[in-house]
């Protein structure tokens, strides 16, 4: 059973922003001021709740007491985003009397469609009286769109002076390519530490964890990540404790992003690319990156064809000097690919392991290089193209 951390609650209703009848706004307050982090898409066409958020956490130096979320709608590119958010962190800061800047907006559903504020703020009141510390899991529910199930995670760690707990929920199937996905994500401890080490802490684990996932290459105009520490457990995060919680942090969040890649829009299988050899880490991400993207290699793949043409076509269109005859390239521990050409395998035999909901790919450049990189992906099916050609509809 999922153990949450203190001084949280939480609250959702249907406000009537979504067509079909089910909780389209969400609340989660932090019964004290919480050290907050944020990443934030680098779509440059980003969603005016993305722009309060970073003016807010500026403003309050990293302290947040309120996230309003709300899905069906991502208030992006419209005449009224601005406004929309503002008025309705207003409204949520007034309801909780609490300072306009420790509230944090955050939106996901269709582009360019007007918001109604009007909608969210006669729900507000509604949405306060469910505040509970039992609705998380509603919560994680009514931030979905094209999700075909919640997605959550929790850990407890143990620090120095005792130990704290950690709970995330997040949300995503579909433009999914985060670069800090339409992914949001609350991550939520109360451990007690400050907004910088919270800020540097949400940097490395994104990096190893959202920034690692793909489902079709497209990063999102909402893309956000908040982390909020406040301290409830009264247990602090000492410089001997960091390493452990950034541990535990990093796999919470790996938990969460795999949960995303496998539930991509149509998909069927969670593909796991690892690169080695490349030159930098760096380099290695970029390689598998790319490999993830490759909509030649995500259709393979859904085909259960072991077809590693593909695989190195897409690393040499990464931008990453490598020489092609020194690689290698496995599916499922099965080496099809060696020194750049054509290695004997029971054709057979791989293409019903590749039927398998788990897919390992490896691409090894031989050399002298260390560069290492772990990204996850999907398959490419008929599904995606069908939930998509009719999203707005």
Known sequence: MMKLPLGYRYAAVYAGIRKTV????????????????????QNRACAAPVRLCQRHLKISRGTASAILVNAGNANCATRTGEKVAAVTAKAVAKMQGIPINQVLVASTGVIGVELDASLILKALPALRNRLSSSNFEQVSRAIMTTDTRPKTAWAEVELARGAVNLAGMTKGAGMIMPMMATTLGFILTDAATSAATLRGMLREACEHSYNRISVDGDTSTNDTVLLLANGASGNKITKKDQENFLGALTHLMQDLAQQIVRDGEGARKLVTIEVEGARTDQDAARLARTIANSPLVKTAIAGSDPNWGRILCAAGNAGVAFEPSKVDIYFQQVRVCREGLAAPFDEESLTQKLNEKDVAIRFVIRGKGRGWARFWTCDFTEEYIKINGSYRT
């Open 22 to 41: 089910k909780d389209d706004l969400a609340l989660i307050v932090s019964d004290l001021p919480a050290a907050t982090a944020g990443v934030f898409t």
